[in-house]
């Protein structure tokens, strides 16, 4: 788990529920630590040492590089990883989600990819509004509404590939369907660009159309703890993108799924 989760709901809240039930969790920082790739020894930047070898299970909430490399030699060593390191790498991605996602016939917006944001001119005319999306960004960071083509012209952006996703209009909140294994649930939440920071979350009932596209999302990418990203159009609900370990915002029975989702899937190493 990376520093930027410390002071977050989740997924303290689940390493909490572990704890009560006197499961042993040791949380492992990668930002600023160090890791023998030989002996398996892992130390984080206060000196603590840690030995990824003896767990029964991997949870990962991070999408740091050295965080990702300690998931990747747990499941070379037949270790339980949630979400597995494959899993993560499909989705940390933008570019090569957004080709999976179309490859599959998921619905999904109008998306272009370039080499770079010039290249966009006289593509995207039939779309604006579009939004630039960081091929690794999350956490909505990176992310750049362009409304026409002169504020293209003056966008400064520095990716490995350009991500140009058509806007789609909404009453101000995007549906969100959070997974934890074959448990799906949908939210409206409010939207970044458009909705009101302060708005309330609101439950939505499961359909089996959404139920089904969530499902669909997490078997293409290997996924169990996962969220997708969708807005409501006149077509229906369209994929924007899928995250790993989302942060399971207005659903308080999160937290103990994901404990027993978590304890199971751990005792199926013991």
């Not at 499961?23 to 130390?43: C, H, L, S």
């Not at 080499?115 to 995207?124: K, M, T």
């Not at 690794?136 to 966008?155: F, H, K």
């Amino acid at each position: 788990m990376e520093s930027r989760y410390l002071n977050q709901h989740m997924p303290i809240a689940v390493i909490n529920a572990l704890r009560q039930r006197d499961i042993v969790v040791d949380i492992i920082n990668p930002v600023g630590g160090v890791f023998d790739a030989n002996q398996g020894m892992f130390t984080d930047g206060s000196g603590q040492c840690f030995d990824i070898s003896v767990y029964q299970a991997i949870v990962s909430r991070n999408r740091n590089a050295l965080g990702l490399a300690l998931l990747a030699f747990a499941e070379s060593m037949g270790m339980v990883t949630l979400n597995s390191h494959s899993a993560v790498q499909k989705v940390r991605n933008k570019a090569k989600m957004a080709i999976t996602l179309g490859r599959a016939g998921i619905a999904t917006p109008p998306t272009l990819l370039a080499d770079q944001v010039s290249c966009l001119n006289g593509h995207v005319k039939d779309y604006y509004p579009i939004i630039l999306k960081a091929t690794y960004g999350d956490n909505c960071q990176g992310l750049q509404l362009v409304r026409n083509a002169e504020a293209l012209s003056e966008i400064q952006w520095e990716s490995d590939v350009t991500l140009a996703q058509q806007y789609l209009p909404n009453d101000g909140y995007d549906l969100k369907l959070y997974v934890i294994n074959q448990h799906v649930f949908a939210i409206r939440k409010p939207s970044p660009f458009s909705g009101d920071s302060q708005a309330s979350i609101q439950r939505v009932d499961m359909t089996e159309h959404l139920f089904d596209m969530a499902i669909k999302c997490g078997e293409l990418f290997g996924l169990n703890i996962y969220g997708v990203d969708t807005v409501e159009s006149k077509e229906g609900p369209m994929v924007i993108e899928v995250n790993d370990f989302p942060n399971y915002s207005g659903l308080p029975m999160a937290t103990e799924l994901l404990a027993d989702y978590i304890e199971l899937s751990a005792q199926s190493r013991s």
